[in-house]
């Protein structure tokens, strides 16, 4: 199974109403703008695209608009976890049934399950769809509940179509134990950072990021992840202190500060749902004041 998941991927927000539904012709601009601007792959929703505060019946919907709107331009994932295990099951099949070129899941949420409960969930989804499946690993969202490289390794080793990780741990020691076990089993295992850590995961095996600040500096990242990639470590130093900075600034009432952002650089996509807050004036104009310093409003696309 040929890997298509690397480079600078995009997890795009969901763009709302004010009255806080869905808003199906802004989020068709969003998909749109990023393929556009340079990303390799489209998933969503991650949890920047409010997953946990959508209903099943709407990320069907905007799943089925992600596919239809990128129109095969580049690969699309849907982000399938859920709450209730069988819903997950049920957004992975409907993922593959509207032409999804793959799946991405987590861990199940809140519980701490046993190596082998989590060894057996991945098996369990694999093997109910055809399609490629990227887990993803994120301790800090999952009371330490993590995919270590061992497991890692034994879900190789059984299923095929188990291409790659989302590492969201931004733990060098952790990057390096899942790539060792990972690359020596599958050499085209794509090895994912969580956001723009490139620098330190791309020397580690990393091929490629998906990326949170996209949303507003589409450049910056992409001269990230070539600067890495060319093995230019003083320019990728540079970019990465800038997009470091960034992800400080982004992760700071994450998601509401990414969608405050959007609306400065003529990309508006509305509120964030409850109970997320809404990036304020006074936010946003922080904001401003962060991208002027870092130079974004001068070097990266306005409007749509």
Known sequence: MTN??????????????????????????VLDFHVRTGATAISWPHHKGESLNLTIAERKRFAEAAVKTVAGRIPVTIHVSALAVEDTFALARHAQDIGADGILAITPYFWTPTREAIHDYFVRL????????????????LA??????????????????????KE???????FLEISRAALKLR???ALVTGVEFLLPSVPLGGVGSYSAAGSICPNLC???????IAGDWPRARELQYKVSRLWA????????????????????????????PTASAERQAHIRRELEALGILDTEPHGW
């Open 168 to 174: 969201a741990s931004f733990n060098s020691e952790k």
């Open 249 to 276: 600034l982004f992760r700071n009432q994450y998601p509401s500060s990414l969608k405050g952002g959007m609306v400065i650089m003529g990309r508006p996509v509305g509120p964030t749902r409850p109970p997320l």
């Open 222 to 228: 992409r001269d990230l992840f070539e600067a890495c």
């Open 187 to 189: 050499p085209d295992f």
């Open 126 to 141: 694999c093997t109910s769809i055809d399609l490629p499946v990227l887990s993803y690993n994120s301790p800090s969202y």
């Open 4 to 29: 298509k998941f690397r480079g600078v991927m995009q997890s795009p927000v969901t763009p709302l109403k004010d009255d806080f539904s869905l808003d199906l012709p802004t989020f068709e601009k």
């Open 144 to 165: 330490g509940v993590e995919i270590t490289g061992e497991l890692m390794a034994r879900l190789i080793e059984r299923l095929p179509n188990f291409v790659g990780v």
